[in-house]
């Protein structure tokens, strides 16, 4: 990494105070990130389930979308828009099961991508839905049919527990005017996932069910 650094810096740095004062502006969005603290509510909420979710591959974007926020390049209706098409995203993964391996390289490349079709007369967000519902193969941007036929397939009890959280956390607070804070009931046991049917069926279970209990 040092020496990927040293030769970046040779080959495209020519003023020394410009380059160290543009990696201060990429230090503070990551700062940002961390914090889920940009003084904005609607892109703190969503920094913050990312990092609920510990979606790390994705950061080397936020930052730059977060620096473009702080130097007015885009306004906080932008961002908001372009964080929820990521968190769109990735949950629509998450829940299909696609492999995660080639974010790495699509989050990589996605802000070089806005940049590429950018122009004033298209929303940022827009761009950003573009490129990613055009992606294939490992990149393929799951579809409502997918994630429905994967819930009701899904055994959604014993995913990895960060992403259970989150799936509960948005059914119950998406467009609701009230929002509980799950992962803080979660967290301190206030609040605890519950079988619709007990794993194990007693003998009032098997008679309600049926002589196909088994198979119900």
């Known amino acids: 990494i040092y020496e990927v650094f040293r030769d970046y810096y040779t080959t495209y740095s020519v003023d020394k105070r410009e380059f160290f004062e543009q990696l201060a502006e990429y230090a503070f969005a990551y700062q940002q990130i961390l914090e889920n603290h940009t003084g904005n509510r609607t892109i703190d909420v969503i920094l913050y389930r990312f990092n609920q979710l510990e979606v790390t591959v994705i950061r080397p ?3 730059a979308i977060l620096r473009d926020y702080n130097e007015h390049i885009i306004n906080e209706d932008q961002v908001a828009k372009i964080l929820r098409i990521i ?3 990735v949950a629509r993964r998450m829940i299909t099961q696609t492999p995660s391996n080639a974010l790495n390289k699509i989050m990589a490349t996605l802000y070089r991508d806005l940049t590429k079709y950018r122009n004033e007369d298209i929303e940022p967000s827009e761009v950003v839905a573009f490129v990613l519902l055009n992606k294939q193969r490992s990149g393929y941007f799951p579809t409502d049919e997918d ?5 009701e397939l899904r055994d959604m009890y014993n995913v990895n527990s960060k992403f259970r959280s989150y799936f509960f956390e948005r059914l119950e607070n998406t467009n609701h005017v009230e929002t509980l804070n799950i992962y803080e009931g979660i967290e301190s046991g206030d609040i605890t996932v519950e079988h619709i049917m007990p794993q194990k069926l007693n003998s009032t279970w098997k008679s309600e069910l049926g002589e196909g209990y088994q198979e119900i």
């Open 87 to 89: 968190e769109n995203y």
């Open 147 to 151: 994630v429905q036929n994967s819930l």
């Open 61 to 63: 974007f936020l930052m």
